[in-house]
C-alpha cells in the first residue's frame, strides 16, 4: 500500500466533498469540504463524535445521497455526476451496505433477505454460501424476528456481500451489540476483507475498533481532523471494549 | 419464485385484516355496479323476449262497436302486420270469502288462436270452450290471491246480467304484467283480475255479435306508427273510437317501463357514485398505507432496485388487495343481481328469466378500482423514491409543529396534553386529515343516499293519499251517466258523501310536444278529492281554463297564461284551444283538472259525470260492497285503504329490493373506510405512542390520543356527509321521475341520524380494535425498529 499507486487504481478519490442539509429554517453544513481517497482492499475506520459527518460521507460513497460540492470519483466514474438511475446501478454493481439497525425486511427469512440481493446482483454467491461466510448457515430459514441482535446483523452482512461488491460500507455495524456479539461481526468482516479483497469503510463510535484497520480517518465538525496509519492490525478478538 | 414476491404475498398474509377491509370497499362499489346494470339488464331482455314470443300488440285501440267488416280495412292500412278485433269490457265481480268487490277487464279469446297477438301463456288448465260462457280463464295474479283454481267459480255482473263463471284455466299475458284495476293506482291482485272469455260467448252477453270494440295491431318492420295511427284514428272516428295509442300509453307497458326506468335511474346515479367513492377511499387508503412503507422502500432502493422495480413490487401488492376485493364484489354483484331479478320477475310475473350482464360492466368497475387503487400506491411510492435511499431510511425528520390554534384553543379551554397533541397533528397535516374527514362524510353520504327512497316515497303516500285524495272509495261507471247517477250512489247504504267526477281522454299539445291523458272534470265544492297548489296548500278550480300538474307542464314545455291545443277523443272529438289557467302539485300520473261545467263547456254536451269519489260509514262498508256488487251502473271500485296499503307495499318493494342491498353495500364501504383510517393513523403514530408509554403513560391515556383524533374527525366528517348526501339524494330524485310518479324530495332527520349512528358504530368497533393493538404495542421493539 504504498503512495506510488497510480490515480485509476484507486477506488475513491473525494476532492473538497461539502454538504448542507436544510431542515426548514435550519442550514446544517454536515460535510465542510472533505478531501480522501481509498485504495483496493483496503480496510479504513472512520472516527468521531455525533454530528461529525461520518455518516454523510458515507451516505455519499455509497450513492444514497447527493453532495451539495465537491466531487467524487468511484475507480473512473464521477459519482457526483451521475443521477438516480446512474446511482441505482452503481450501488446494485458495487456497493454493499450494513447498517446499524439491521434494515431486514421482517416479512423475509434470513436467506430471502440475502436472495433479494443475489436476484438483481451480476455475479453473486449462493445466498447459503453469504450466510456460511457469516457463520449462520444453520439458521438461513429463520425470519429476523427469530433470530438474535448480533445474527441479524450478520445476515445484514451477508446481504452485503453476497454480490461481491467492489466495497462495503458499514455504519455503526456493532453499535446495537454487546461486545462478544461484536467481535463475531467483526470477525466476518475482516473475514471478507481478507479473503475477497473488498474495500471496506467502517463507521464506528468505538476508538478499540481502529485496531483492526489499515487506516483510520479522524472527524470533527463535517471535516477530517486527522489520519493514522495502523501498522500492527490486531484481530478482533485481540481487542476489548 | 422472486423474492420480493415472496415478500408481497407474506405483507399481504400480515396485514391481512387491513388487506380485507381495503377489498371489502372495493368490493362494495364493484357490486352495486355489477349487480344494478345486471338487474336492470335482465329485465330488460326479459321483457323483451317475453313481448316478442308472445306478441305484445303495437298500437291499441278502443271504441263502442264497429262492425267486423271495418276489419278489412284496417289490415288494409299501410304498416299493418297483423291486426286482432276483440272485445274487451269491465264488470264487477263478486268472489267468494272478498267481501270488496272487485274489477275484472274482461277480454275475448277467438275462436282460432294461432297467429294471434297478445297471446297467453297457461299456468295451468285450458282456454275456455268457444261456444261457452261459463268458461273463463284468469291472470294467475288474480287466482292467487284469492286462492282460486281450476274449478272453482266466482260472479260478474256483466251488461246487467249476473253470470257465474268457472275457472277452467290460469295464464299469464304481456298485456298484463302490470294488472291494475280503474281506479287503482297500483296492482291490487285480490281485487283486479283479467278473464278471458270465448270471445263468441262474450258478445252474445254484450250483445256484440259481429262486432268489436277493441282492436290491437303489430306493425311492419320500419312502419311509422303516428302515421297508421292517424289512418286508424280515420276509420274508427264514426264508430266511437277514443284515439289510438302506442305501448307506451299502455297501462301495463307504461307502468312496466316506469319500474324500469327507475331501475335504470338508480343504476346511472347510485352504482357510479358508490364506485367513485370507493374508489377515492381505496386511493386514499393505499397512499397512506404505503407511505408507510417508507424505509423497506428506502432500503430496496439503497440496495440497488429500481424506482421501476419497487414500484411495480407495491403496484403488485395493490393489485393483489384490489383483485381480491373485485373478485368478492363480482360475485357479491352477479348474486345480489340474480336475487333482485328474480324478485322483480316473480312480482311482474313474467313466464320465464334471462340473466344477462355486459360484460363491460365488469370492465369498468374492474378498471375503475384497479386505477385508483394504483394511482394512490404510485402516489405514495413516488413520493418516497423522490428521497435519498438515506434520508428515506432514517424515520422522517420531526414536522414542524406551531403553536397555533390548538394553543389558542388551549389557552381558553381547560384542554389536556393528549387533545393538544390531536389537534396538532391534524393542523400539521390537514390535507390527511381532510381527506380522512372527506372519506369518512362520503361513507356516510352513501349511507344518506340509499336511505332516502323510503323517506321520499312516504312523504309522496302522504302527500298523495292524505292531502290530494282522500276518498274512501272511487266508483266509476262503464259509461259517462247523467247526474242522476250520482244520487243514486249517495243511496247506496251508508255513503256519507259523493262527489262527482268526469274523465275525458285527450290529447293535449303544444306545437310539436304531444301528450295522452285525462281531464278531470270536478265540482267546485270539492272536498275529498282535492287539487294542491306548490306549496300543497288545497286550492280550487278556476271557472275557466285548464289546470294541469307540473309533470305536464315541464313535458309540453307550458306556463301559467299559455294556451294549449285539447283533442277530445271521445264523444263529438271536438278540438279547442284552452288557456293554462294554474300549475298544481302532484306525484301520481299524469293529471289535468277543469271544472265540471268548464269541461261540459269544453266537450259542447251537458252535466255527465264518469263516476264518484266517495266517503262511507266503515259500519256499513259490507252492506255498501253488497249493494256495490249488484248495482248495474257501476262498473268498477277503486278502495283507498287498499291502494295506499298496496301502494305502499308494492313500490316499497320494489325500492326495497334495491335499497336494502344498497344499505348493506354502504354500511360495508363505511366499516371500510372507518376501520383503515383508525388503523393507519395507528401506525403512523406507533412511535410516539410507544414512546408516551416508555414515559409512563397509560394504555387509556395514550389510546385517547387516537380516539381523540378519530372523535374530531368524526365530528367535523358527520354533518359534512348530511351536506353530501342531501346532494347525492337530489342527484337521485331528479333521475327518478317518471310520468306514472314523481318522489318529492324529502330526507327525515331519522335518516341522518341512522347514517351518522352507522359510521359511529363503525367508529367505535374500529377504535376498540385500535386500543386492542395499543395494548399488545411491544414497546422496546417499536422504539428499536425506528418506525
Known sequence: MGNDLRMSDLVFEVRGLTKVYRSGEVEVRALAGVDLTLQPGELVVMLGPSGSGKSTLLNILGGLDHATAGTVRFREHDLTALDDAGLTAYRRNHVGFVFQFYNLIPALTARENVALVTEIARAPMTPEAALDIVGLGARMDHFPSQLSGGEQQRVAIARAIAKRPDVLLCDEPTGALDSKTGVRVLEALMRINKELATTTALITHNAAIREIAHRTFYFGDGRITSVEINKARKAPSEISW | ?787
Open chain 2, 1 to 787: 419464485m422472486r423474492t420480493l414476491d415472496r415478500k408481497m404475498l407474506r405483507d399481504l398474509r400480515r396485514m391481512w385484516a387491513q388487506a380485507l377491509a381495503i377489498a371489502l370497499v372495493i368490493a362494495g362499489g364493484a357490486a352495486t355496479f355489477v349487480l344494478a346494470s345486471g338487474a336492470y339488464r335482465s329485465l330488460d331482455e326479459t321483457r323483451i323476449a317475453y313481448y316478442e314470443r308472445y306478441r305484445f300488440g303495437d298500437i291499441f285501440a278502443e271504441i263502442k262497436r264497429a262492425p267486423r267488416s271495418v276489419g278489412e280495412q284496417i289490415k288494409g292500412i299501410d304498416g299493418v302486420a297483423v291486426a286482432d278485433f276483440r272485445i274487451l269490457h269491465y264488470a264487477v265481480l263478486d268472489v267468494a270469502n272478498l267481501v270488496e268487490p272487485a274489477t275484472g277487464q274482461v277480454v275475448s279469446v277467438p275462436e282460432r288462436i294461432d297467429g294471434q297477438q297478445n297471446r297467453l301463456h297457461l299456468r295451468a288448465g285450458r282456454l275456455p270452450e268457444f261456444d261457452r260462457s261459463d268458461e273463463v280463464v284468469v291472470n294467475e295474479a288474480f287466482a292467487k290471491a284469492n286462492r282460486l283454481r281450476s274449478g272453482d267459480t266466482f260472479r260478474a255482473l256483466l251488461n246487467g246480467k249476473l253470470c257465474t263463471l268457472r275457472i277452467v284455466g290460469i295464464a299469464l299475458s304481456p298485456e298484463f304484467i302490470y294488472a291494475i284495476g280503474p281506479g287503482d293506482l297500483v296492482p291490487d291482485d285480490r281485487r283486479f283480475a283479467v278473464i278471458w272469455m270465448a270471445e263468441r260467448a262474450l258478445a252474445g252477453i254484450l250483445d256484440l255479435e259481429g262486432a268489436f270494440n277493441a282492436v290491437s295491431i303489430r306493425l311492419l318492420r320500419g312502419a311509422n306508427p303516428e302515421q297508421v295511427m292517424k289512418t286508424l284514428d280515420a276509420v274508427l272516428e264514426r264508430y266511437g273510437g277514443t284515439g289510438a295509442f302506442t305501448r307506451k300509453d299502455q297501462f301495463s307497458h307504461a307502468f312496466l317501463d316506469a319500474e324500469l326506468a327507475q331501475l335504470a335511474a338508480m343504476r346511472r346515479v347510485i352504482p357510479p357514485i358508490f364506485l367513485l367513492v370507493s374508489a377515492f377511499l381505496i386511493n386514499m387508503i393505499l397512499t397512506r398505507a404505503i407511505g408507510l412503507e417508507r424505509e423497506q422502500i428506502g432500503l430496496l432502493k439503497a440496495i440497488g432496485y429500481g424506482p421501476l422495480t419497487i414500484a411495480m413490487h407495491y403496484i403488485k401488492l395493490v393489485i393483489a388487495i384490489t383483485g381480491i376485493g373485485i373478485v368478492i364484489g363480482f360475485i357479491m354483484g352477479a348474486w345480489l343481481g340474480q336475487g333482485v331479478t328474480r324478485l322483480y320477475a316473480e312480482f311482474f310475473h313474467f313466464p320465464f328469466l334471462i340473466f344477462r350482464n355486459d360484460a363491460s360492466t365488469y370492465a369498468i368497475a374492474g378498471a375503475v378500482s384497479v386505477a385508483s387503487a394504483v394511482a394512490g400506491a404510485l402516489r405514495a411510492v413516488a413520493q418516497v423514491l423522490r428521497l435519498a435511499p438515506a434520508v428515506a431510511m432514517q424515520p422522517p425528520a420531526p414536522p414542524r409543529y406551531n403553536r397555533g390554534l390548538a394553543s389558542h384553543i388551549h389557552a381558553r379551554l381547560p384542554l389536556s396534553q393528549m387533545t393538544i397533541m390531536s389537534l396538532r397533528h391534524m393542523a400539521r397535516w390537514p390535507m390527511r386529515a381532510a381527506v380522512t374527514v372527506l372519506g369518512i362524510a362520503l361513507a356516510s353520504g352513501l349511507l344518506i343516499t340509499a336511505l332516502l327512497s323510503f323517506d321520499s316515497v312516504e312523504s309522496m303516500v302522504n302527500v298523495a293519499f292524505f292531502k290530494i285524495d282522500r276518498q274512501h272509495a272511487t266508483v266509476g261507471f262503464n259509461d259517462p251517466q247523467n247526474m242522476r247517477a250520482i244520487d243514486s250512489v249517495r243511496q247506496l247504504p251508508g255513503v256519507l258523501r259523493a262527489e262527482p267526477f268526469r274523465t275525458v281522454p285527450v290529447r293535449l299539445r303544444n306545437g310539436h310536444r304531444v301528450r295522452r291523458l285525462s281531464i278531470s272534470g270536478k265540482p267546485a265544492d270539492m272536498d275529498l278529492s282535492r287539487i294542491l297548489d306548490a306549496n300543497l296548500r288545497p286550492q280550487g278550480l278556476p271557472s275557466q281554463g285548464l289546470v294541469i300538474d307540473t309533470r305536464v307542464a315541464e313535458l309540453l314545455h307550458v306556463s301559467r297564461g299559455d294556451v294549449v291545443e285539447v283533442e277530445v277523443l271521445e264523444g263529438k272529438r271536438v278540438q279547442r284551444r284552452v288557456i293554462v289557467s294554474d300549475i298544481v302539485t302532484s306525484y301520481l300520473g299524469l293529471s289535468a283538472f277543469m271544472g265540471l261545467e268548464a269541461l261540459a263547456d269544453l266537450l259542447d254536451e251537458g252535466p255527465r259525470v264518469s263516476g264518484a269519489h266517495i266517503a262511507y260509514d266503515v259500519l256499513q262498508e259490507r252492506a255498501l260492497f253488497d249493494a256495490i256488487k249488484s248495482t248495474p251502473v257501476v262498473s268498477s271500485i277503486g278502495l283507498q285503504k287498499r291502494s295506499i296499503s298496496r301502494f305502499r307495499s308494492t313500490i316499497k318493494q320494489n325500492i326495497d329490493y334495491m335499497v336494502t342491498v344498497y344499505v348493506a353495500l354502504a354500511v360495508i364501504i363505511a366499516f371500510g373506510v372507518v376501520y383503515n383510517s383508525a388503523r393507519i393513523q395507528l401506525s403512523e403514530h406507533a412511535r410516539e405512542i410507544a414512546s408516551l408509554r416508555v414515559l409512563g403513560f397509560t394504555r387509556n391515556e395514550v389510546s385517547r390520543i387516537l380516539l381523540t383524533e378519530l372523535a374530531i374527525v368524526l365530528l367535523i366528517a358527520v354533518p359534512l356527509g348530511w351536506l353530501i348526501g342531501y346532494g347525492f339524494g337530489w342527484l337521485l330524485i331528479q333521475a327518478f321521475s317518471s310520468d306514472l310518479y314523481r318522489v318529492p324530495f324529502t330526507i327525515e332527520r331519522a335518516t341522518y341520524a341512522k347514517a351518522s349512528l352507522v359510521v359511529i358504530a363503525a367508529a367505535l368497533v374500529s377504535a376498540l380494535i385500535v386500543r386492542r393493538r395499543v395494548n399488545r404495542l411491544d414497546l422496546v421493539s417499536v422504539l428499536k425498529a425506528r418506525d
